[in-house]
Nanobody, 120 residues
């Protein structure tokens, strides 16, 4: 099993910054992809950014140039630095790990979500 604990959400003014963190725990040998998704009220969950174990990053168009995803493989932690935040970025942000290899096989897991609110 893989457990994910997210932190770093909160209330920020437009143009401000936040940094989200997500730490994975469990009997994990490796994690192929870690990423962030978000879900705004009344909308479907959507991709924000993902990063592979080799550091290859993929961003949603709206995140390019404003958000930076990074990971620390030794700490099993993924980060999302969000700059120039806009009210449209308001959502619950979810951490995801894909193809996490454990003694029990491969797992895809979601965090519990952290609220990001961008408002003046």
């Amino acid at each position: 099993q893989v457990q994910l604990v997210e932190s770093g959400g909160g209330l920020v003014q437009p143009g401000g910054s936040l940094r989200l963190s997500c730490a994975a725990s469990g009997s994990i040998f490796s994690i192929h992809t870690m990423g962030w998704y978000r879900q705004a009220p009344g909308k479907q969950r959507e991709l924000v950014a993902t990063i592979t174990s080799s550091g290859a990053a993929n961003y949603a168009d709206d995140a390019k140039g404003r958000f930076t995803i990074s990971r620390d493989n030794a700490k099993r932690t993924v980060y999302l630095q969000m700059n120039s935040l806009k009210p449209d970025d308001t959502a619950v942000y979810y951490c995801n790990v894909d193809r996490a290899l454990t003694a029990g096989g491969f797992f895809n897991s979601w965090g519990q979500g952290t609220q990001v609110t961008v408002s003046s």
